[in-house]
């Protein structure tokens, strides 16, 4: 699992790369962009997000205590938090439609002379936010997986293995979030 | 993987901890530290970065192979970033206004 998870983080790596060196070529269209998302739904969305991490890590204890309900109580509270993220996201996505800011043909961002730049940071905006909503989606459904097979009673204190490796995928996913908030809503946030 | 089981107060205290500086590091991002902003904002997450895996992923738990791989894996995206923006900054062809 952690083989897999340095393939995830050279994959994210490479994203966040070609964020930073865009940002570095245009600081200025960057800032006013950056600056145009919702801080506090950022902010709220990563305590969802710290809060399923938590749950997720109660699970796996519960888990290796070969607590039956505790480990399912857990695994859907984390499944319940995945989904109020990917909610909220949605929510956040859906007023970029409104607003013009999806990369494309109808792309218009106001006060700023040159829309490239802009658009750039929209299209890294949206294929980062969406590989890391795509990874969630796919966490929520192995939270699905572990549930029914917690309810069929297939975990145990001797065999918890799927439990701890959905986990780690979880934190993982967590910790990806944990860097592109800073560097999506944060940053620039004090030139406005 | 895991045979250690560490408390529920444990996990609560990183939790609260998380919590506590996702709260901070939004606070701080209103406040003109110039350059420092990005200093500041990347440090927290690093911070918080260290505490998921640490204790919640419990790679202080882990062997010193697993633990190994992963401080590699990290330096090898260090020289991936570095070497890239090196090269990006020391020719002449990018940054074009009105591309």
Not at chain 1, 43 to 70: E, H, I, K, P, Y
Not at chain 1, 119 to 144: D, I, N, R
Not at chain 1, 151 to 158: D, I, M, N, V
């Amino acid at each position: 699992m952690w083989i897999f998870l340095i393939t995830e983080i050279m994959f994210f790596g490479g994203m966040f790369l070609a964020y930073i060196v865009y940002r570095a070529l245009y600081p200025g269209t960057f800032a006013v962009t950056s600056s145009s998302l919702n801080v506090y739904i950022g902010a709220a969305n990563t305590a969802v997000l710290l809060c399923s991490s938590f749950t997720m890590v109660l699970a796996v204890r519960s888990a290796q205590l070969g607590r039956q309900t505790a480990l399912a109580v857990n695994i859907v509270l984390t499944l319940l938090l995945g989904l109020v993220f990917l909610g909220v996201k949605a929510f956040e996505w859906s007023e970029k439609f409104a607003e013009h800011h999806v990369p494309g043909t109808h792309f218009h961002f106001e006060g700023i002379a040159n829309q490239g730049p802009a658009q750039l940071f929209f299209s890294l905006y949206f294929a980062m936010t969406g590989l890391h909503a795509l990874h969630m989606v796919v966490g929520a459904g192995l939270m699905t997986w572990l549930l029914i097979w917690s309810l069929r009673g297939k975990f145990s204190a001797e065999y918890m293995t799927p439990v701890d490796i959905a986990g780690l995928y979880w934190h993982f996913v967590d910790i990806i979030w944990i860097f592109l908030f800073p560097l999506f809503y944060l940053i620039d946030r004090h030139l406005k | 993987m895991t045979n250690h089981i560490d408390s529920v107060k444990t996990y609560a205290i990183v939790w609260i901890s998380l919590l506590a500086l996702t709260g901070l590091t939004t606070a701080v991002a209103f406040v003109d530290l110039g350059p420092f902003s990005v200093v500041v904002a990347l440090s927290i997450a690093v911070v918080k970065m260290m505490l998921v895996a640490l204790f919640f992923m419990h790679l202080r738990h882990s062997g010193k192979l697993t633990q190994l791989a992963m401080a590699g894996t990290i330096l090898w995206l260090g020289f991936m970033v570095s070497f890239t923006l090196a090269d990006v900054f020391t020719r002449g062809w990018l940054g074009v206004p009105g591309r």
